[in-house]
């Protein structure tokens, strides 16, 4: 990503500090504190804020002192928050650091966001310096000087007075630096295809792991430590599926290193530290992973993003792949080498390709990794295009152009999104992901038929599945919504496997398959309805909401609907109806099985018989 081409993809302006935002200082022990950012409010639409519960930023300040041999060590703040958080974080370090010092910064992310914080840094402190990976390096000198571009045709304003960017200690292996009252900081290298200037930072005498955006969680709490496992159990797992499963091979090297560490307490960039089951959490995402590892296809996905909102959107279409069981390769073609590129094209089933426009061009490494995809790509395999731009999207239009000349064939047509992508947008881009990797299957379940042809199906033939057909639920649809305003999102899915769960509370548990667009709507906390269909007249509502939606698409568009009174949408001819809230979620292999205690209810037909699907095998729906 060449310097003088970051003039697109939409840069974020520093934020002005929003009500309700805040920083509080958490002591540690002597010398050490945590500075952790509070937002009660979702950030970003990104794709990791989905499940609303505001988010926090950790930061962690070791005082000055002498060290063992008795020279001097400045104070160290190891991963500075973006600058969402600019004003009240530097109100409490400066009540904690004097002006005078040479603060040294433990940079381990890098993004337009994190940039303008240290600018303001910069300016407060001018003896700062700046420690980073070799990748982080190159990043912050890319990034430092990048200013939004004027519109076309527009005067461009006069470039803001920068200061100039500080002296950069280079990490470039795994190294261990004395600080302060006895403390040792190791800092390890961790690059990601998303954050590839990654640097998790272990102290040694605590055992304290600063491990940035690695086990991290999206949840707004100014407990330094969370209270139990179960506590945060599924936000992590959330962040992890956004972020996490489409990069599992890097995960699973990070994960190797950190096995030696004796580490006594993980604290990540967001959420509440870890300490008392850091080790379930290790063996958590090895698990979560194992489905990634195992899998038979794959898609290879090739980005560059300079300012995050192409990455966004790349996060949302794997997360919808990797719900259908298709494993994700991610590749940040700034930082990929060529033979990452080659053996991800040569290897996987399906190409995606997402691209900023920068100065009316494509970055470079895209338009390398482009040609390496028509010189090596196989044309039988779908592609897609995808991208971000601030003013024009001629990438994009070079991306679609060019392999449609190569003779691709296009999965989806090219996601082109201005500036940053809403909810409405990643959700549809989720979609997008699902339906690719539904239609990948679905030609591997041909090409395994053809294979086998004039054989039984296992599914027909076997006494134990036959068997397992013949337990039945009610038909059911069920209906969320959730959000205001540009962040409502809705969805809707027919249901079977619906069963009463208790009395008291009263309470009802659903299957639902991981690859349904709902799916995202039923978390811990979430609101829906369940609508109880009636024998002989289920047909309607079975058509509407069984038909293929394109991604994005309003499930209930031109429907009649009714609401509950906690606003979800009730169906005029349901036999009766439910509404609930979600107090649990169990992993069920291809499936989430929600526990909702019920709320509110009615019955519509007092007369009317429930509709039930009957089985022929336990195998199918």
């Given at each position: 990503m060449a310097p003088d081409l970051l003039t697109q993809d939409s840069p974020p302006q520093s934020p002005a500090p929003e009500a309700g935002r805040s920083v509080v200082v958490l002591p540690i022990e002597a010398g050490l504190v945590c500075?952790?950012?509070?937002?009660?409010?979702?950030?970003?639409?990104?794709?990791?804020?989905?499940?609303?519960?505001?988010?926090?930023?950790?930061?962690?300040?070791?005082?000055?002192?002498?060290?063992?041999?008795?020279?001097?060590?400045?104070?160290?703040?190891?991963?500075?928050?973006?600058?969402?958080?600019?004003?009240?974080?530097?109100?409490?370090?400066?009540?904690?650091?004097?002006?005078?010092?040479?603060?040294?910064?433990?940079?381990?992310?890098?993004?337009?966001?994190?940039?303008?914080?240290?600018?303001?840094?910069?300016?407060?402190?001018?003896?700062?310096?700046?420690?980073?990976?070799?990748?982080?390096?190159?990043?912050?000198?890319?990034?430092?000087?990048?200013q939004r571009p004027a519109a076309p045709g527009a005067e461009a304003s006069a470039p803001a007075d920068l200061p100039p960017l500080p002296p950069i200690d280079i990490v470039k292996q795994?190294?261990?630096?004395?600080?302060?009252?006895?403390?040792?900081?190791?800092?390890?290298?961790?690059?990601?295809?998303?954050?590839?200037?990654?640097?998790?930072?272990?102290?040694?005498?605590?055992?304290?792991?600063?491990?940035?955006?690695?086990?991290a969680a999206h949840l707004c709490s100014d407990s330094f430590a969370e209270a139990n496992r179960s506590s945060s159990e599924e936000d992590r797992r959330y962040f992890y599926d956004c972020l996490m499963a489409p990069m599992t091979r890097q995960v699973e090297s990070v994960l190797n290193r950190l096995d030696a560490l004796p580490i006594r307490t993980i604290a990540p960039g967001h959420g509440p530290a870890i300490a008392e089951s850091w080790r379930s959490l290790l063996v958590d995402y090895r698990r979560w992973g194992e489905s990634q590892g195992r899998a038979k296809l794959s898609v290879a996905l090739l980005f560059a993003s300079a300012?995050?909102?192409?990455?966004?959107?790349?996060?949302?279409?794997?997360?919808?792949?990797?719900?259908?069981?298709?494993?994700?390769?991610?590749?940040?073609?700034?930082?990929?080498?060529?033979?990452?590129?080659?053996?991800?094209?040569?290897?996987?089933?399906?190409?995606?390709?997402?691209?900023?426009?920068?100065?009316?061009?494509a970055p470079t490494p895209i338009v390398a990794a482009l040609g390496t995809l028509l010189a090596e790509g196989d044309r039988s395999k779908p592609v897609g295009v995808f991208g971000s731009f601030g003013w024009s999207g001629e990438a994009l239009d070079l991306l679609e152009s060019k392999l449609r000349d190569g003779g691709f064939r296009f999965a989806f047509e090219p996601i082109k999104v201005k500036f940053s992508p809403d909810a409405a947008t990643l959700k549809a881009c989720e979609e997008t992901g699902t339906a690719l990797g539904r239609r990948l299957q679905t030609e591997q379940r041909k090409a395994q038929r053809r294979s086998a042809a004039g054989g039984l199906s296992d599914s027909r033939s076997n006494p134990a599945l036959q068997a397992l057909g013949r337990v039945v639920g009610p038909l059911s649809v069920v209906t969320a919504v959730k959000g205001e305003g540009p962040a409502r999102l809705s969805g809707a899915m027919v249901a079977s496997w619906?069963?009463?769960?208790?009395?008291?509370?009263?309470?009802?548990?659903?299957?639902?398959?991981?690859?349904?667009?709902?799916?995202?709507?039923?978390h811990?906390?979430?609101?829906?309805?369940?609508?109880?269909?009636?024998?002989?007249?289920?047909?309607?509502?079975?058509?509407?909401?069984?038909?293929?939606?394109?991604?994005?698409?309003?499930?209930?568009?031109?429907?009649?609907?009714?609401?509950?009174?906690?606003?979800?949408?009730?169906?005029?001819?349901?036999l009766a109806w439910l509404e609930g809230r979600i107090t649990q979620r169990?992993?069920?292999?291809?499936?989430?099985?929600?526990?909702a205690e019920v709320t509110q209810g009615g019955l519509l037909d007092g007369e009317g018989a429930t509709a039930v699907h009957q089985r022929r095998s336990g195998a199918m729906y």
């Open positions: 500075l952790r950012g509070l937002s009660p409010r979702r950030l970003r639409f990104e794709v990791e804020y989905g499940l609303e519960r505001g988010t926090s930023a950790n930061s962690f300040l070791f005082s000055a002192g002498p060290a063992p041999g008795g020279h001097s060590i400045p104070p160290v703040l190891v991963h500075p928050p973006g600058a969402s958080f600019a004003e009240p974080f530097l109100e409490q370090l400066a009540a904690l650091v004097e002006a005078e010092a040479a603060l040294k910064v433990v940079v381990g992310h890098v993004n337009p966001n994190r940039v303008a914080l240290l600018r303001q840094l910069a300016e407060r402190w001018p003896a700062l310096m700046l420690v980073a990976s070799n990748a982080g390096a190159r990043l912050l000198e890319e990034l430092w000087s990048q795994e190294v261990s630096r004395p600080l302060a009252g006895d403390h040792r900081l190791t800092l390890i290298p961790a690059p990601t295809p998303r954050w590839p200037g990654a640097l998790i930072a272990f102290e040694e005498r605590t055992g304290l792991l600063m491990s940035g955006k690695f086990f300012y995050g909102n192409t990455a966004a959107i790349a996060d949302a279409i794997a997360q919808g792949v990797a719900r259908t069981g298709v494993r994700v390769e991610s590749i940040n073609c700034e930082f990929a080498s060529p033979e990452q590129l080659l053996e991800a094209i040569r290897g996987c089933d399906a190409f995606l390709v997402g691209s900023p426009t920068l100065g009316g061009h619906v069963s009463q769960a208790s009395f008291s509370p009263p309470g009802v548990t659903i299957a639902v398959a991981k690859d349904r667009a709902i799916e995202a709507l039923l811990v906390g979430d609101a829906f309805a369940l609508n109880v269909l009636a024998e002989g007249r289920e047909s309607g509502p079975m058509r509407q909401f069984l038909q293929p939606f394109p991604p994005g698409a309003d499930r209930f568009a031109g429907l009649e609907l009714e609401q509950s009174p906690g606003g979800q949408p009730l169906l005029p001819e349901a169990m992993e069920c292999g291809d499936h989430w099985l929600v526990l």
